[in-house]
């Protein structure tokens, strides 16, 4: 939205609220869903810091839960104060929370920690592509066109690395269990990102089967080189340019604005903005080592994009028609928890871990994301982004995404304080 017509909207509202309007005023509820959408923004997030403060020293989850809970009051679910479309005209800013937050995760993961444990890499690629099958079979068993319940599989192959970094800021978390969290998190979402591509390439195309698979193969190596060496290219800048200014508050002003660049330079040439930031992370913490200094979010203004994004997932959250699509539902979270479940498990004593910890591991990566589909959509119309899909599977995965992410932060938390007690206890 431009921001003269922003500004001209707002000073309109304003107008109609003087005394003698045919309005009611700005601080009842009417009001609040009649004011300009930046100002309800605004006031959501001031909100939502607020409330998050006191879910953290009340409850002890983390503070995203309090800034999601806010979001979620604010929708169309309950008050209704502000409407998913009134969010398109920040989705740039959203777009970068996210990448803010894939980035930081690339920085805190170890490569080099696969090669050296090969089960290890084989438990995190089997974790996501046993999710991701499971989903796909039970839906086609319900009746899901093939097609279809491959969108859902390639979905819910990742687990949100917005929610695992939020609530790793919050319990500041140290053990394996941990690091291999992480690990699978960043792994999953590259799995999620490359099935979607290919299933899109398939999904839009008109020549005979062994053509598409083609198209789909030589679509999804040149996104994920393209988004290699773009994240690459932005890891070397970052440390190229850190140098005179490192340990300063310069730092993460530079950060920002190589992300905000690799994000665009990713979706101007259709790669991959998370797998590139992601790359970026890992490349960065792998050229400067320790010298490289990540604040959480990447400092203040970071943080408050983040407070901005978990506002947003939760106004974004919805239980619409869950009556109607309530086996689809059911079926998505029960399938991906089970196949996380037995691929985790199943390689935890020959990848060095713990029955306890694998147990713990798989309840930790229950949370599904979204960001796969923030990054690559281009407004939050998805169903337009999204063709030949079954009528009603977008908007049950979407439910079930809207559960497991609201809920999220409460597995981890059970996950990495209670069974595992890698974070201090309260």
Do not use: Y
Request: hydrophobic fraction near 60%; glycine fraction near 8%; aromatic fraction near 4%.
């Amino acid at each position: 939205m431009d921001p003269v017509v922003a500004t001209q909207n707002f000073a309109a509202r304003l107008a109609a609220s003087a005394p003698g309007a045919e309005s009611v005023p700005l601080w009842t509820l009417e009001g609040l869903r009649r004011a300009d959408p930046v100002l309800g923004i605004a006031l959501l997030v001031i909100v939502a810091v607020v409330v998050g403060e006191a879910v953290r020293r009340f409850t002890r989850l983390p503070r995203a839960c309090g800034h999601m809970l806010v979001g979620v009051a604010a929708s169309p679910l309950f008050l209704r104060l502000l409407e998913r479309t009134d969010l398109d005209p920040w989705k740039p800013l959203l777009d970068l929370a996210v990448g803010v937050l894939v980035f930081e995760l690339g920085t805190r993961i170890r490569p080099r920690w696969l090669l050296d444990n090969p089960l290890l890499a084989l438990q995190c690629v089997a974790e996501g592509l046993l999710a991701g099958v499971a989903v796909t079979g039970v839906l086609i068993m319900l009746g899901v066109p093939a097609l279809s319940a491959a969108f859902a599989g390639a979905v819910a192959m990742a687990t949100s690395p917005v929610i695992v970094m939020a609530a790793v800021h919050d319990a500041e978390p140290r053990g394996q269990v941990t690091e291999r969290l992480l690990m699978m998190t960043a792994v999953s979402g590259v799995l999620a990102v490359l099935a979607l591509k290919t299933w899109r390439v398939i999904a839009l195309a008109d020549a005979p089967i062994a053509t598409e698979w083609v198209s789909a193969l030589v679509n999804g190596v040149v996104v994920l080189s393209g988004s290699f060496l773009l994240g690459a290219a932005i890891g070397l800048l970052l440390t190229w340019l850190s140098k005179p200014m490192r340990r300063t508050s310069a730092s993460a002003v530079l950060q920002i604005g190589l992300l905000v660049l690799g994000a665009f330079l990713a979706a101007q040439w259709a790669l991959s903005p998370l797998l590139a930031l992601l790359v970026a992370g890992v490349l960065a913490r792998d050229r400067m080592g320790h010298s490289l200094t990540v604040e959480p979010h990447l400092g203040t203004a970071g943080a408050a994009l983040t407070v901005l994004l978990f506002v947003s997932i939760g106004l974004l959250s919805t239980v619409e028609n869950v009556t109607t699509l309530w086996i689809w539902v059911l079926a998505i979270v029960l399938a991906r928890a089970a196949g996380k479940l037995v691929a985790v498990v199943t390689l935890a004593r020959p990848s060095g871990l713990g029955t306890r910890q694998s147990l713990a591991l798989a309840l930790a990566l229950q949370p599904m994301a979204s960001s796969t589909l923030l990054l690559s959509a281009t407004t939050f119309g998805w169903p337009a982004d999204t063709p030949q899909l079954e009528a009603g599977l977008l908007q049950a995965l979407w439910i079930a995404t809207t559960l497991m992410q609201l809920s999220g932060p409460i597995w981890i938390e059970l996950a990495l304080r209670r069974a595992v007690r890698e974070a201090a206890s309260s």
